[in-house]
Every structure is written in C-alpha cells, then in structure tokens.
C-alpha cells in the first residue's frame, strides 16, 4: 500500500468519524501518528498503518483521495 493510499483511508476514518485526525508519514521512520476517538494518540510504524487500513476497508469505511496528494 502506498502513502496515497494510507493517506485516503485515515481521510475516510476521520470522515467516519473513527479518528478524530492523523499525521504523516513522518518521513525519517515512515510512521504516522493516529488519533482514535476513544483512545490516546499514538505513533504507529508504517507496517501497523497498512493493516489498520485494512481493517478499516473490511469495516466499510471508503477512502476520500485528494487530487493534490503526490503518487508515491
């Protein structure tokens, strides 16, 4: 999965109203910070993003992708 894609999928969480926002990707460890609506932040390497992505796919949430998101 790439950046783009992550990217549209915490776009679509945030819309979801699932997270309440998100950072990244922090380009030094490739991470990302979320910010879940019941939960603390955390940061998560990018290996936990993919698959949290993915959970949020099968749970349904679509991804909302920008045209001014650069293809990585």
Excluded: F, N
């Excluded at 992550?6 to 998100?22: C, D, N, Q, S």
């Excluded at 939960?39 to 993003?49: K, L």
């Excluded at 698959?51 to 293809?71: F, I, T």
């Amino acid at each position: 999965m790439i950046d783009r894609d992550i990217r549209a999928m915490l776009r679509g969480a945030t819309a979801a109203k699932i997270l309440y926002g998100w950072q990244g990707p922090h380009l030094a460890e490739r991470s990302y910070c979320l910010t879940p609506k019941h939960a603390d932040p955390m940061e998560r390497p990018r290996d936990y993003v993919i698959g949290y992505c993915e959970m949020l796919a099968v749970a349904g949430v679509q991804p909302l992708y920008r045209d001014s998101d650069p293809v990585l």
